[in-house]
């Protein structure tokens, strides 16, 4: 079994201080983030592709991006993706330190 630190707390740099958090809390918000960084993306994709075709234009390419990224599936595949990267991070980084 994987060494446990005795600390189950990390911090999180909020401007010019830190808090301290549960480790699970900052992952969790880590992986929000992340969603919401894919989501601004598509937002930017849809978006321009609306813009650019002959029918379309921003109110249409936004009410486009809402019922897409309104899916459950969508969402699940964004958090899933989101999960899956930090915590391959986190364990390349912990492989890093040995």
């Given at each position: 079994?994987?060494?446990?630190s005795l600390?189950?707390?990390?911090?999180?740099?909020?401007?010019?201080?830190?808090?301290?958090?549960?480790?699970?809390?900052?992952?969790?918000?880590e992986?929000?983030?992340?969603?919401?960084?894919?989501?601004?993306?598509?937002?930017?994709?849809?978006?321009?592709n609306?813009?650019?075709?002959?029918?379309?234009?921003?109110?249409?390419?936004?009410?486009?991006?809402?019922?897409?990224?309104?899916?459950?599936?969508?969402?699940?595949?964004?958090?899933?993706?989101?999960?899956?990267?930090i915590?391959?991070?986190?364990?390349?980084?912990?492989?890093?330190?040995?």
């Amino acid at each position: 079994m994987a060494d446990r630190s005795l600390s189950d707390r990390t911090m999180i740099s909020v401007g010019k201080s830190s808090i301290s958090v549960p480790r699970i809390l900052k992952r969790l918000l880590e992986a929000t983030i992340a969603s919401g960084l894919t989501a601004l993306v598509s937002l930017v994709i849809i978006l321009v592709n609306s813009m650019l075709t002959a029918k379309g234009g921003f109110t249409q390419g936004f009410e486009t991006w809402s019922a897409f990224v309104r899916r459950p599936d969508i969402i699940a595949t964004m958090l899933l993706t989101a999960i899956v990267a930090i915590t391959y991070f986190n364990w390349q980084s912990r492989q890093d330190r040995r």
